[in-house]
């Protein structure tokens, strides 16, 4: 079975400060992707990344890293520098192969993270 | 520009009321679909879509059903709505041509049952 954890579901930081949030994946796909997507206050999830199973490199976008790591089935996402805008719900997803005919994603339960000045 | 748009933000109705939820997207996407978000329990796929009048059950179907007519509109209907529906209701659409399946999200829709 298909299943993705974010075992933090809260996590409060103040301005500047680092932070990481985990994500884990269970698949037996071979192929498949990892996204992450931001939901703030407004409500409409955005997406942030994409990743596929056969592309380890870890990917930087200016304050925002991931980690995927498939020997842990991990990918972790962190935000250096973190900023007040940076608050909001985080989901980690995954696709796998035996879905793709229909484009299903599994998600995650969600971290909430809030970033005080 | 990808769009997706729901025809409500918030929405409050009555126990027992049939209940309504539209999406429309205008990226030709053949994928729809509708989740449930509850605190602490993340997305749940409710049912989607992958062609005109072609259905599939998600993990949570029980209360709701759904209509497909046009490629580009994808409604949710709860027969009777109950409070244990109260939620954020969320629609998304996706091409199975794309070679990652991104979803696109709409803005939601909060449905309070009262």
């Known amino acids: 079975a298909q299943k993705v954890t974010q075992a933090q579901t809260e996590i409060s930081v103040v301005e500047k400060e680092d932070v990481t949030l985990d994500c884990v994946y269970e698949t037996r796909d071979t192929t498949y992707y990892l996204f992450w997507y931001k939901q703030p206050p407004s409500g409409e999830l955005v997406f942030l990344i994409r990743?596929?199973?056969?592309?380890?490199q870890n990917e930087i976008s200016g304050r925002y890293s991931w980690n995927f790591q498939k020997s842990t089935s991990s990918f972790n996402f962190t935000i250096t520098a973190s900023q007040v805008v940076d608050s909001a719900v985080y989901f980690c997803a995954l696709s796998g192969k035996r879905s793709s005919n229909t484009g299903k994603l599994i998600f995650g339960q969600g971290t909430t993270l809030q970033v005080k000045p | 520009d990808v769009k997706v748009t729901q025809s409500s933000r918030y929405l409050v109705k009555r126990t027992g009321e049939k209940v309504f939820l539209e999406c429309v997207q205008d990226?030709?996407?053949?994928?729809m679909f509708w989740y449930r978000q509850d605190p602490g329990l993340g997305l749940r796929l409710i049912y989607f879509s992958y062609d005109v009048k072609m259905k599939e059950k998600g993990d949570i179907p029980e209360g709701y059903s759904v209509s497909r007519e046009k490629k580009e509109r994808f409604s949710l209907i709860l027969e009777s709505a109950s409070t244990n529906q109260t939620s954020m209701y969320l629609c998304a659409s996706s091409s199975p041509s794309a070679a990652d399946y991104e979803q696109y999200f709409g803005p939601g829709t909060r449905l309070t049952v009262t």
């Open positions: 990743r596929n199973s056969f592309d380890e």
């Open positions: 990226m030709d996407h053949e994928n």
